[in-house]
């Protein structure tokens, strides 16, 4: 192993986890490694899942605009920019638009700031078809 994981509970909680663990043989380490790994399994989404979200995230905002016909040609090209020079400028021009469209904003817009196929996905929703499923 080559990290260590320091989480705060309270002392009657950790002997209480220590001797059940013990009655059922098992050891604590070995039990929180395997629910983290389950955890991480079960929620962590993969590439495809996440381009796909991020296209539906882009075809909303297009929506919230009134449609494709709607989004302005000086707005995507300026996503286009930002998508092929910083990332991180991309995401704050999608999240002020939102902000000035008084839009909840999707948690999966963070994503657009971790690379270009990323932002790329986001800005085909916005400028696509309706999704298909």
Known sequence: MDANLHIRMSKELKESFQQVAKENNKDTSSLVREWISTYVAEHQK????????????GYQLQ???????KVSKEFAQRL???ALTNQKEFTHLILSTYLDLNL?????????????A???????GLLGEKPKG
């Open 46 to 57: 993969s590439d495809e899942e996440l381009a796909a979200d991020l296209y539906l995230a």
């Open 63 to 69: 929506q919230a605009f009134g449609g494709r016909e």
């Open 80 to 82: 286009q920019e930002h």
């Open 104 to 116: 909840t904003i999707p948690s999966i817009v963070s994503k657009t700031s971790h690379g270009f």
């Open 118 to 124: 990323f932002s790329q996905m986001f800005l085909l």
